[in-house]
């Protein structure tokens, strides 16, 4: 790691566990010293970057984001930052588009970059009526409707290379 003078944060929002996965991918490839957590164990934003990572359901970010926004925002507004959203593997560019646009309007302040990551889906660790609105969208794109994974270590790296 070249700059070791640069303290950053990766925080997270995670659900399943898809995007504590990313979030890790992402800070194994920044420069700097790299905390990477969920946001629910941040008690402190005293770095020089940050990086924010929410999955995406129902079009929304996960509340314990959104909280973590509204907690940091004065604090947030002036760092410098970088975020990225886990959705579906199969979704259009312009709903993709949609979902990050969603959640960087959440966000004070200028955003250096963003990015939208596939997830992965284990359908026995959703819930019901998770497991249903899975089966009601992969059935609607005539996608088989079973478990997947479709995170990509390659673009994770790839982001963390545009952060640096």
Avoid: W
């Amino acid at each position: 790691m070249k700059n070791l003078g640069v303290n950053v944060l990766v925080a997270y929002a995670s659900k399943h566990g898809s995007t504590k996965e990313i979030a890790q991918y992402i800070g194994e490839e920044i420069e700097g010293q790299v905390d990477i957590k969920n946001v629910n164990n941040v008690n402190d934003i005293n770095y020089d970057y940050i990086v924010l990572g929410t999955p995406i359901y129902e079009q929304e970010p996960l509340p314990e984001m959104e909280d973590f926004i509204k907690k940091h925002k004065s604090r947030i507004k002036n760092k410098r930052k970088s975020v990225f959203v886990v959705t579906s593997d199969n979704e259009e560019p312009d709903k993709r588009a949609k979902n990050i646009r969603k959640f960087t309007q959440t966000i004070p302040g200028e955003i250096d970059t963003t990015s939208v990551f596939a997830g992965e889906i284990e359908l026995d660790e959703l819930n019901k009526k998770e497991q249903n609105s899975v089966k009601n969208y992969l059935n609607s794109i005539d996608q088989p409707v079973e478990s997947y994974s479709k995170i990509n270590k390659k673009m994770c790296h790839n982001f963390a290379d545009e952060i640096n």
